[in-house]
């Protein structure tokens, strides 16, 4: 069940970086990320009551520190791609995404088996090959890279945050995570107006994006409450085959060899961790 709850989570969120990407050409990207978080933030509210078996003051603590660190995660990744090639930016980032949590959890008890031990290599490549947008890589500086590193931590950060809650009190720390950002992000909305864009052209994109968000991050904590974070946070992190396919799809972007050659990893990777 895990590993199923962790490609619904990878699927939504794939679903939700496409539509992110297409709300972001139509107003500036604080206003979308402020706007999905408010959305996201009402969706887990309505959740939370009727899903969770207890409120746990702790673990709700624990997800606005995750979404602390979450949203550090995504400032320092769009910082990278609006100074930096995105063909070297996305693929650290994703690639640190799944393997800091995968080391943490092999680190602090999870044991795998050959197969999936395998199958997270696949996958860790498998990631890259498939952030790896079409167009060459440009100019990169240490600082561009260290950013990256970063921000792939930041994400990792919100995962690990959230293995350690008790899956009774799920979604509750999601809805720490988001109130966390949504004050964070409204905040900065308010004081720095040059920030601010025009929400109208793009509010279904944004509504869905946030619904997206905060329901793969519901599929998120579930299924690392069923298994471990290693084999969670690889699954996990393959949401971008999903993007890349829609865009493929819906908007006729071109692919890739190397993107062809990971989405074929991906299934390879799933494969081998399921089996294992």
């Not at 100074?83 to 799944?98: E, F, H, L, Y």
């Not at 999870?110 to 947008?133: F, K």
């Amino acid at each position: 069940m895990a590993a199923l709850f962790s490609l619904v989570a990878a699927a939504i969120f794939g679903v939700g970086d496409f539509f992110g990407g297409q709300a972001s050409k139509r107003t500036k990207v604080v206003t979308v990320v402020a706007g999905s978080n408010i959305v996201g933030l009402a969706l887990v509210l309505a959740l939370a009551p009727g899903m969770a078996e207890q409120f746990d003051g702790g673990d709700f603590v624990a997800g606005m520190f995750g979404g602390l660190s979450g949203l550090i995660g995504i400032t320092l990744l769009y910082r990278g791609l609006s100074t930096g090639p995105m063909a070297v930016v996305a693929p650290i980032a994703a690639v640190t995404n799944a393997a800091v949590p995968a080391l943490w959890g092999v680190a602090f008890g999870d044991r795998l088996t050959l197969l999936q031990l395998v199958g997270v290599v696949l996958g860790l490549v498998a990631i890259v090959l498939v952030s790896r947008p079409p167009e060459a890589a440009g100019r990169t500086t240490a600082g561009l890279l260290i950013g990256s590193v970063l921000s792939g931590i930041g994400f990792a950060g919100f995962s690990i945050v959230l293995s350690g809650t008790d899956p009774a009190s799920a979604p509750w720390p999601v809805v720490g995570s988001r109130l966390t950002t949504v004050v964070i992000l409204v905040t900065v909305l308010a004081f720095v107006r040059r920030v601010r864009g025009p929400i109208r052209d793009a509010r279904r994109l944004i509504l869905v994006c946030g619904l997206c968000d905060s329901g793969g991050n519901v599929m998120l904590l579930e299924a690392l409450g069923r298994g471990m974070l290693s084999l969670v946070a690889v699954l996990t992190s393959l949401y971008p085959a999903v993007t890349v396919l829609l865009a493929r799809t819906v908007l006729k972007e071109p692919i890739s060899r190397g993107q062809v050659v990971g989405l074929a990893g991906s299934l390879g990777a799933i494969t081998l961790i399921v089996a294992g």
